[in-house]
């Protein structure tokens, strides 16, 4: 076809840039090309019927060099522009500059689309930067995005739409892809059942003389589990003719961070029979300590698979603990299909600059992997942590990240934990959960 877009690459990185050339334009765009690596050029050239837009190379040829992991290579700073092609008022650059140069069948681009893309969804400034919490996470408050005031928009959608623009100014015919919104309802289950125990119960009555509080943490123990929230999830997301995903934990280790083994339990054999009757989905919340321990990983997954009688294929490490690419490794190794841990826990928002399901670049065997990453957009414990315990305010943000969702027909992932909606702790939220679910229904 005339119309084909044919892509030069130079030689050097061709894993790098195979990997995101096909993601930004197959996967975001929905468009077919041939590629061709060329020792004679130093910049992404795109080529269809007479047509060349050149976008320049900013990274793999002029910053990185021989030395693909390292500091010196993390931008100094990140430039904010605007120009015919940008969809919002301007658009974050990471690599690159805004200089424009259009001629009669050439249209040169000075933003490094594509390396910028590249560092956003492989995560490679985790591999460079040693920055971690407590929990041995990189933090949000780290990022480039943060630290530059984009981390609450999805930069990654936002190059893939500058370059569509650039292709369909000079004259590209081809169609692209249409994209839907897709909101995706995650529950991780950390805790089965409340921590009340008999001690506390009396403590309320002899020691705080708190009989109405005595009451109700009895109620808590023996009759009204305010963790048992599995119902009220499923009704809200059938309403919106979506499923939830409930991704259990089989840590046998009880610990600080483990402190729940339920798999044995009649309460965890009922749940799990009637999430599957009611057409719902299943993932593993493997423990704490297994994001460096492949054995002990491998271990809980196949305590779990057994106990709920079901193959897992997606889920989410439990207290969002994740180093790049080791921890993904494991879940490529064990035939999972995708992972959704690559959120912030101290910060809500695009931490790999897109809500879309992408697949999982390995940095240090420089290839593709077969595992899918669906980026985790909103926590309850975050927007908790982050707007003084407000669900009124909770909920306005997270009205606008779906609204950016609906905007770039990109997925939007939550993560609200069953054990968010004890009214004791949190006051309001079960309310605000449902208006959530609600507008959303209206709203697709």
Request: aromatic content about 12%.
């Amino acid at each position: 076809m005339d119309n084909l877009l044919k892509i030069k690459i130079p030689s050097n990185f061709v894993p790098e840039r195979q990997y995101i050339l096909n993601v930004l334009i197959k996967d975001f765009l929905g468009i077919d090309f041939d590629s061709q690596i060329s020792d004679e050029i130093q910049d992404y050239v795109l080529e269809f019927q007479d047509k060349t837009i050149v976008i320049k190379d900013k990274f793999f040829t002029s910053r990185a060099g021989a030395n693909y992991l390292s500091p010196n290579c993390l931008p100094q700073s990140v430039g904010f522009f605007k120009n015919e092609f940008t969809i919002s008022d301007d658009i974050p650059v990471i690599f690159g500059s805004n200089d424009f140069h259009a001629e009669s069948n050439l249209l040169t681009c000075g933003i490094d689309i594509f390396a910028s893309a590249f560092l956003m969804l492989t995560r490679w400034e985790e591999m460079v930067n040693p920055i971690r919490d407590a929990h041995g996470r990189f933090p949000g408050e780290e990022s480039i995005a943060f630290k530059n005031n984009f981390l609450t928009r999805p930069v990654v959608n936002e190059y893939a739409e500058l370059l569509w623009n650039m292709l369909v100014a000079c004259g590209f015919k081809e169609k692209r892809e249409k994209r839907d919104f897709k909101l995706y309802l995650t529950h991780d289950i950390d805790h089965l059942f409340t921590s009340v125990t008999n001690r506390q119960i009396a403590a309320d009555l002899c020691k705080r003389f708190d009989a109405p509080m005595a009451y109700r943490h009895f109620r808590y123990k023996y009759t009204q589990n305010p963790y048992d929230q599995y119902d009220f999830l499923m009704d809200c997301s059938e309403r919106m003719n979506v499923q939830s995903r409930f991704c259990f934990k089989a840590s046998d280790l009880i610990t600080r961070y483990d402190q729940d083994n339920y798999l044995t339990t009649g309460k965890f054999r009922h749940i799990i029979r009637n999430i599957k009757a009611r057409g719902h989905l299943i993932g593993f919340h493997p423990g704490y300590d297994t994001y460096l321990d492949e054995s002990k990983w491998t271990k809980e997954k196949n305590l779990l698979e057994e106990a709920a009688q079901t193959k897992l294929l997606e889920g989410r490490q439990h207290y969002l603990r994740m180093l790049v690419p080791t921890t993904l490794r494991i879940w490529e190794n064990n035939g999972m299909e995708t992972d959704s841990t690559l959120g912030y826990a101290d910060r809500n928002g695009f931490r790999c600059g897109t809500g879309d399901e992408f697949p999982v670049f390995d940095l240090l065997n420089r290839k593709q992997l077969k595992l899918k990453e669906r980026p985790l957009v909103v926590m309850d414990g975050t927007l908790k942590q982050n707007t003084a315990n407000s669900p009124e305010k909770s909920l306005e943000i997270v009205r606008e990240y779906l609204q950016t969702g609906r905007k770039f027909g990109m997925g939007i992932t939550l993560l609200f934990h069953n054990s968010s909606f004890n009214q004791e702790n949190w006051p309001g939220w079960k309310r605000m959960y449902r208006n959530l679910t609600d507008e959303s229904q209206e709203g697709s």
